[in-house]
C-alpha cells in the first residue's frame, strides 16, 4: 500500500500533446507561416523547374536515355493557370517470352533462397520477397496476357514530374498540420518545411532520372515493381524521418501539480 502511495505521489505526467494548450494566436501563426512558404515557392516554381531541366537534360544523353531534345518544357493548366512542368519523352524495349520465361525462373530461385537467410536480417527477406512476387505479377502477365501489356513509359515520367511540382506545395500543408502543432519554435519550424522542401528539390531529378535509367536498360517488365514500390514509398519513407526528427527536438514541458501528502491520499 505504501509502494503504491508513494508512485502516485510522484508519477509524472506523459509526454505528449496534451501536456500544453492550443490557443488563437498560435492558430494565426501557423495560418501566417503556411502562407508565408506558399508564397516564397510560389516565386521560386519556375527557378525550380528550370533546375530539373537544365539537370535532366544534362543527364539524359550521359545515361544512354536519349537525346537533349526528349528534356523539354510543357505546361499543366491549374486553377486558370498554366504551370510550367518538365516533359519527358521515354522509350523502353519489350521483354521477348525467353525474357520473361527466365526472369521468372530467376525471381522464383530468388524467392526460395530467401528462406535459407538467417532470421536475424528479417526486414530485408520480406523486402526482397516483395520486390521478387511483383517482379514475377510483371512476367506472368506478359507471358500470359501479352496484348496487354502496352505501357505509357513516358507517360508514366511525366507523371512523377507533375507530382513532384505538386508534392512542393503539398509539404507546407502538411507541416503546417501534423508539425507545427508540436511547441517548436518559428525559427524551427521554418528551417523543418525547407528542410523537407530542398529534399525534394533536389530527390525530384535525382529519382526520376534513376528509374528512367533503370528502365531504358533494361526492359517494360520492370515498370510494375517500381510503379508500386519506387513511385512513392523512397520519398515518403525520408520525409518520414524529417518530420520524426523535428518532432523529437519540440520542447515538451511536463506539468506536474503540488505534492500531495501522504497522509491525504491514505484518507482520499
Known amino acids: 500500500m505504501s509502494a503504491l502511495i508513494h508512485s502516485a505521489a510522484t508519477t509524472r505526467q506523459h509526454r505528449g500533446l496534451r501536456s500544453y494548450h492550443w490557443s488563437l494566436g498560435q492558430t494565426l ?10 508564397v516564397v515557392l510560389a516565386l521560386l516554381y519556375d527557378p525550380i523547374q528550370d533546375a530539373w531541366q537544365a539537370v535532366l537534360t544534362w543527364a539524359w544523353p550521359r ?14 493548366s491549374l486553377w486558370g493557370h498554366g504551370w510550367r512542368v518538365v516533359g519527358l519523352q521515354l522509350n523502353a524495349a519489350a521483354p521477348t517470352a525467353w525474357q520473361a520465361l527466365a526472369s521468372l525462373v530467376m ?3 530468388v524467392f526460395l533462397v530467401s528462406f535459407l537467410v538467417p532470421r536475424r536480417h528479417l526486414p530485408w ?15 506472368v502477365a506478359y507471358l500470359w496476357f501479352p496484348s ?25 500543408l502538411l507541416h503546417a498540420l501534423v508539425l507545427y502543432i508540436f511547441p517548436l519554435g518559428v525559427l524551427e519550424k521554418l528551417v523543418a518545411t525547407w528542410v523537407a522542401l530542398l529534399f525534394v528539390i ?3 531529378p535525382l529519382h526520376v532520372g534513376t528509374l528512367a535509367w533503370l528502365v531504358a536498360h533494361t526492359s517494360t517488365l520492370v515498370m510494375l515493381p517500381i510503379y508500386m514500390l519506387a513511385t512513392f514509398l523512397p520519398p515518403v519513407i525520408a520525409q518520414l524521418g524529417i518530420y520524426a526528427y523535428f518532432a523529437s527536438r519540440a520542447r515538451i514541458s511536463e506539468r506536474r501539480g503540488a505534492p500531495r501528502r501522504r497522509d491525504a491520499l491514505a484518507t482520499g
Do not use: E
Request: aromatic fraction near 10%; include cysteine.
Open 29 to 38: 501563426t501557423v495560418g501566417a507561416l503556411l502562407l508565408l512558404n506558399w
Open 63 to 76: 545515361l544512354g536515355i536519349g537525346s537533349t531534345a526528349a528534356v523539354a518544357q510543357d505546361h499543366v
Open 107 to 109: 525471381l522464383a530461385l
Open 125 to 139: 527477406i520480406y523486402f526482397v520477397r516483395a520486390v521478387a512476387v511483383l517482379c514475377a505479377m510483371s512476367a
Open 148 to 172: 496487354l501489356m502496352h505501357t505509357d513509359v513516358s507517360g508514366y515520367f511525366n507523371d512523377l514530374m507533375r507530382i513532384g511540382a505538386i508534392y512542393l506545395f503539398l509539404v507546407p
Open 202 to 204: 533536389v530527390s525530384v
